[in-house]
């Protein structure tokens, strides 16, 4: 028996951020985002050798041990062996499981699309297939959560172990004590279709550490310095406001959300953006964009503009022009992390 398992990256709409602790923890978060057709891939199989073996096609990298309850410590696949260790040790009661796991993801890593959460969840769900948990959506995205930042030891957010479990747009609340809720929005097709005729998503060549960003953010949150924090409070505000001009269809209005919610986000850490992202934002407006920002913590990765689709190839062709990055086509999915069975 074989499973795979396909999860969607995200795109933060607004309020990431906000999703952090400890500003979560003492202010309540809120986040807008969306999933599209880019995934990260998993495929579990059983060993006919007793040993276990990690897999990253798209790094190339391999790492094969006897298998044991625990992988060996200094793994260099560091999430794949948080991963594994965490369900041996909650579901498999310390029993070895001889597998080999086998991932890769369709955007690099440091993209901005939450790839490394991403591929936890995709991870995660496919062991849940593999030895029929039973694992529930909020099982999913609250285990591969302490699986990335408890277990892995990585810095950052809550919001995109849920966008890529759930799937399709959702507006995400985080409160103390890990009470999360997830409210799946009922977007029109319509609606769905000038989003994607207007969007541009664009790869700045860079990709970034995201750690460092968040951090540094948490830090300004504890120490209460007041232009951070009176940003965070912004942030989250325009989540609310973003919401209801998707559901009601105002992408004009929702692009000027956007731009104002990009301005705040800024003003969180210093590391968020850098010359190069703010000469981009220029070009694409001056060629036309309605907004631009960042799609993650900021330094580099993806960035995402809306544009009147009529003028779509402007902007393109200007951010083409005066930059080494690519732009990429997607769509937005209605569906999360999926896995199935091949016998």
Request: charged content about 20%; aromatic content about 8%.
């Amino acid at each position: 028996m074989i499973v795979r398992c396909r999860t969607p990256l995200r795109l933060g709409l607004a309020g990431g951020g906000t999703d952090v602790s400890p500003y979560c923890d003492s202010f309540g978060g809120a986040v807008l985002n969306a999933t599209i057709d880019l995934y990260a891939h998993c495929t579990i199989e059983p060993s006919t050798d007793g040993k276990c073996r990690f897999v990253a096609i798209d790094r190339n990298e391999t790492v094969e041990f006897e298998a044991a309850p625990v992988s060996p410590q200094n793994c260099a696949l560091s999430l794949h062996a948080a991963a594994y260790n965490r369900i041996v040790s909650d579901f498999n009661r310390n029993a070895p499981l001889p597998v080999t796991v086998s991932t890769y993801c369709e955007a690099p890593a440091g993209s901005g699309l939450g790839s490394s959460s991403t591929l936890v969840v995709s991870m995660i769900q496919a062991y849940a297939e593999y030895l029929n948990l039973g694992l529930g959506e909020y099982d999913v995205a609250r285990l591969a959560y302490v699986v990335e930042r408890q277990d892995a030891g990585l810095h950052g957010g809550r919001q995109d172990q849920y966008a890529a479990t759930f799937g399709g747009f959702n507006f995400m609340e985080f409160n103390a004590n890990e009470r999360i809720l997830v409210n799946p929005l009922r977007v029109k097709p319509w609606i769905i279709s000038e989003l994607e005729s207007s969007l541009v998503l664009f790869y700045t060549g860079r990709s970034r550490e995201s750690a460092a960003i968040i951090v540094e953010e948490s830090k300004n949150v504890v120490e209460r310095r007041p232009d951070a924090l009176n940003a965070m409070h912004q942030s989250k505000e325009e989540a609310y406001r973003m919401k209801e001009c998707l559901l009601r269809g105002r992408v004009r209005d929702l692009a000027e959300v956007m731009e104002s919610a990009w301005a705040a986000k800024k003003r969180m850490a210093a590391s968020i953006s850098n010359e190069s992202i703010d000469r981009y934002h220029d070009v694409a407006l001056k060629a036309g964009a309605y907004c631009g920002k960042v799609s993650g913590a900021g330094g580099g990765g993806f960035m995402m503009f809306l544009a009147d689709p009529k003028k779509r190839l402007n902007v393109t062709g200007a951010l083409l022009g005066n930059s080494n990055g690519i732009i990429l086509g997607c769509h937005f999915t209605k569906t999360g992390s999926m896995a199935w069975r091949v016998e």
